[in-house]
């Protein structure tokens, strides 16, 4: 077998291998579609670089690649309802896609991630402070009279630092992402923690 030969087949496997997850390998596909056809056309290995012409160093491969992790990052960021962090791969797809070498490339795909991880660790904040808001408020309403006010006290902390990390925060909010991942209770009951909470931060 030649030279060309164990390419294409290379490249054939290659592909196998993408077919198999079609959904999460959009672009590799693409990309190693045109690398088939422009082997297959080549007169030899030599006439096969020469059509790759710019991209005889595979670039396009790596660029398809990182377009494929960033594009099923951010799907599985608006299965979750995030869409900041959706956002964030959406940025980063776009950039992968203009990046004309390696450096920009890999740049384009950190930045993404970085901005992701920060808009995911925002989201854990946020979860974390309505969580331990609503465990003040249910210690809060069984306290003694005496006790009241310093738990009353955390509340407002409390409530003062999740409004610092969602300033668009309502008391509805919790029925809705990020919040809706722990936040189950029925109308009545969320009824009833929002007339504790009012108590505890004017009463």
């Not at 991209?55 to 960033?70: I, L, P, T, W």
């Not at 668009?168 to 504790?196: G, I």
Request: net charge neutral; with cysteine; proline share 2%.
């Amino acid at each position: 077998m030649s030279e060309m030969q164990d390419h294409i087949e290379y490249l054939k496997f290659r592909l196998g291998f993408f077919l198999k997850e079609p959904e999460y390998n959009q672009n590799q596909i693409k990309t190693y579609q045109t690398y088939i056809e422009k082997a297959m056309n080549a007169k030899d290995f030599k006439d096969y670089i020469a059509k790759l012409a710019g991209d005889a160093n595979f670039f396009s491969v790596a660029k398809a690649e990182y377009a494929d992790r960033a594009l099923s990052q951010m799907r599985a960021a608006g299965e979750m309802s995030d869409s900041k962090t959706m956002a964030a791969w959406k940025k980063g797809v776009e950039e992968i896609q203009s990046a004309s070498n390696h450096s920009s490339l890999f740049t384009s795909f950190e930045t993404a991630r970085q901005n992701a991880e920060q808009s995911k660790q925002l989201i854990r904040d946020q979860i974390h402070t309505a969580m331990e808001m609503l465990v003040l408020l249910t210690a809060w309403k069984i306290e003694p009279a005496e006790n009241k006010k310093n738990k009353a006290s955390l509340i407002k902390a409390s409530y003062a630092r999740l409004l610092s990390l969602d300033p668009d925060f309502r008391w509805e909010s919790l029925q809705k992402p990020p919040y809706n991942r722990f936040y189950f209770y029925d109308q009545e009951r969320s009824n009833l923690l929002k007339q504790f909470c009012e108590e505890a931060l004017h009463g």
